[in-house]
């Protein structure tokens, strides 16, 4: 195939089995609406809560979702498909219904945060890439939450691209990051496509390549003149943060004052008291320090506590690989086909049946418990999954970043406090299946215990 | 900037730091050959070695590197960079030189996996994008091998798309998996891309849809004629085999022989022993046991050690998330600016100046030892990094992906025993600087010190 295949917008990125999987069912003419939920099973014990996100790029990947002619003929040629399939991919338009909590809101496990309702084909050929759409931003924004609540006030940026896994790990985990809470981020098509605030300065080797850090930072100066952050760890720390305030009123002369200096090695909390002193001594009171290299929300909580005088951080790769949890127990399950709700009885995976809806009930601008139950129940509480396509089409405009950045940010200040810590809270959140689920659940397995008996 | 943006193909897929550097570099014409190389400052405690992956990727990357108009109008938009630099930007080309270990080579830690010689603005921007696609391969290669050796002749797929850290990952773990010796993967493209045989059955919602797990396998084998694999683990695990006892003969008389089932639930070991009891009895020993749910080499190791009659494994998370390490410790260092060798000197972060060379010395077929020096040295062993491009261009065609899966099978048959364990090895492998490489870095560091010392 081609080498400008684009893995990110191609239908054809999936499992095989989707493609066996729809093979039977048109050859078996299973054509009927099945609702599929996603959702997390379990939280990770080092996570009090999770974040929605990922939806924006799910509504745009179930819009666009169409096989190339290119994909369809290679698909033949490799003769596992009967030429009628071919052109029931060919025809592949995303028709169905999505439901799903807006990006930025706080979830639990169980909690579907997404159901597809559409023709049974297409509800499970969308499944492969929806999961991994939906996964990696969870996964992040939820990381990054965590970082939020740890360093209050701090500005904190994004500067994992390079460890990412690879390309749209790197640009969306800027996406999630900022969603969460982030100031902004080092990776620069995050501000074309998004809008997201982006920061950077200089690398080492560009300090390196000068034969001495006066060289280099008296160069750097000449470039950037608005926003001067000088990266001052690549020999001697303290020995830089003085020639710092050697060169300042120099620079200041010359229209270009200081703002930062950055650290990225060694004992952060130390070289930065040690900086600080420096700099204060020297008149540079206002010269921020930023902080990057091995930071997670662990050490950020550290540093408040110790009061460690960092104005900002640059959080890589424990931010855009979720290094304690790299992947979260997540599944896009069928709960109804024809009509007829479905449950998965499988070991320690079995599923809530039927079509559900969240209903969370708040005091005083806390959340107080959720209610897990069928989407036409009515509960007490806001319901948290809302329309938002219809027929294959959106509703309406999705929330905007901002404004989903603007709901998490909202959901984290109304989290019970234990949540808002980083150890894990006991007991957990309450969320309650309703009585209607739970029966439901028990007739599903009585129906399935007469059907497995009464086999022919 | 417009939706169809491939950040995958983007030069703009980079840190802002690169950009403001090559600023700052055109304004000072610091444009001298530098050397830059890749490597892992420090091996996970759970790995005893690292495979080199992702080479092709790199190369694919600096061959077409470029700017296209709307990113530079973007860029100039954004109003942070002079006129002068935009253009700079327009007319960028890799020019340089690379050279490499080539995919499938086991390496160490400080060892140069890659080295870019090329003009100093060039080689520093494709820093970010360079590690990111080096990063992962190397990052899942590594993992994928340690399950080779903790399964020797069993079939190993990548079952891992969903949970992968977005599109690329997904498509570009199956490739570094297959790379390290996995039998296929489930990932649809991985095939029509880079040749890798892909697998795939059903998934539960399958079985679910039906009225019963009979009408389920029926219309399985109808569509599925070649290579019948049922899941049975839906329900109830032993009472599904019993079920594909029952119905294999009639479905082997219409010509779809049962050819293996799947297990993704409970205890792997455990239901595996139950269901060959029960295929073997009911006359189905050449049906094969597939599982897949929650795998990782720790797990295919114990299975090994018990005898387990599981004949093929899916494996996701564990594979393409490298759950236990997701990320590595590694760098893109400038190690030459000018004929002149450069050395960081940052605590705990301190790397080899110039141009480096990995000598490998083999006795009887097993690795013996490496020696790390300068690439002008002359050292007994075989040379690891090989010349790749020369100006821009590569001096011949890459290794073919089954080239590399081949040298990485030779390469894993030739460590030395204990690094074949999935525990630590205790003395590591051993890699030792040449005499003129500590020369050179002494010599470095009185360098900086006399220019620190004696700054105007």
Chains 1, 2 share one sequence.
């Not at 060694?266 to 206002?286: F, K, M, N, S, T």
């Amino acid at each position: 195939m081609h080498a400008a295949f684009d893995p990110a917008r191609s239908l054809l990125l999936t499992d095989l089995y989707e493609l066996t999987m729809l093979d039977a069912y048109r050859r078996e003419s299973m054509e009927a609406a099945a609702s599929f939920e996603f959702f997390v099973r379990k939280l990770p014990p080092c996570r009090n809560f999770l974040v929605a996100a990922g939806l924006a790029q799910v509504v745009e990947f179930l819009e666009t979702a169409r096989f190339t002619e290119e994909e369809l003929g290679w698909l033949a040629r490799t003769g596992r498909f009967a030429p009628e399939t071919i052109e029931r991919l060919r025809a592949f338009r995303f028709t169905g219904d999505v439901d799903a909590m807006p990006e930025g809101t706080v979830f639990f496990a169980d909690e579907p945060v997404l159901r597809v309702t559409a023709p049974l084909p297409e509800a499970q050929l969308v499944e492969s890439r929806l999961i991994n759409l939906l996964h990696f931003q969870i996964l992040i924004a939820s990381k990054a939450a965590r970082m939020v609540l740890a360093a209050p006030g701090k500005i904190l940026l994004d500067f994992g691209l390079r460890r990412a896994h690879g390309a749209e790990a790197g640009l969306l985990a800027a996406r999630a990051s900022y969603l969460a809470g982030f100031t902004g981020t080092a990776t620069v098509p995050a501000e074309a496509l998004f809008g997201i605030p982006i920061y950077g300065t200089m690398a080492h080797s560009f300090v390196q390549a000068f034969g001495s850090e006066r060289e280099a930072f008296e160069a750097f100066a000449r470039s950037r003149p608005k926003s001067l952050i000088l990266l001052i760890d690549t020999y001697d720390t303290e020995a830089a943060a003085r020639l710092v305030v050697e060169m300042a009123p120099e620079l200041a002369a010359h229209g270009t004052p200081v703002a930062g200096v950055r650290i990225d090695s060694g004992d952060l909390a130390a070289h930065a008291r040690a900086v600080r002193a420096i700099l204060d001594a020297g008149g540079l009171r206002e010269v921020k320090i930023f902080a990057s290299g091995g930071l997670d929300e662990q050490l950020l909580a550290r540093h408040r506590a110790e009061g460690v005088p960092i104005d900002g951080y640059g959080i890589g790769t424990s931010l855009t690989t979720s290094t304690d949890w790299p992947a979260l127990d997540c599944a896009y399950k069928l709960v109804a086909y024809a009509g007829e709700p479905r449950r998965k009885r499988s070991e320690g995976k079995a599923t809530w049946p039927g079509a559900k809806q969240v209903w969370r009930r708040r005091a005083n601008g806390r959340m107080e418990g959720d209610r897990l139950g069928l989407a036409e129940e009515r509960q007490e509480g806001e319901p948290l999954l809302v329309p938002v396509m219809r027929g294959g089409k959106r509703v309406g405009p999705l929330p905007s970043l901002a404004e989903a950045r603007a709901r998490c940010a909202r959901e984290l200040e109304a989290l019970p406090e234990p949540l808002r810590r980083l150890e894990p809270a006991q007991p957990p959140y309450p969320v309650e299946p309703t009585e209607a689920l739970r029966a439901l659940a028990a007739a599903c397995d009585r129906r399935q215990r007469e059907r497995a008996g009464g086999g022919p």
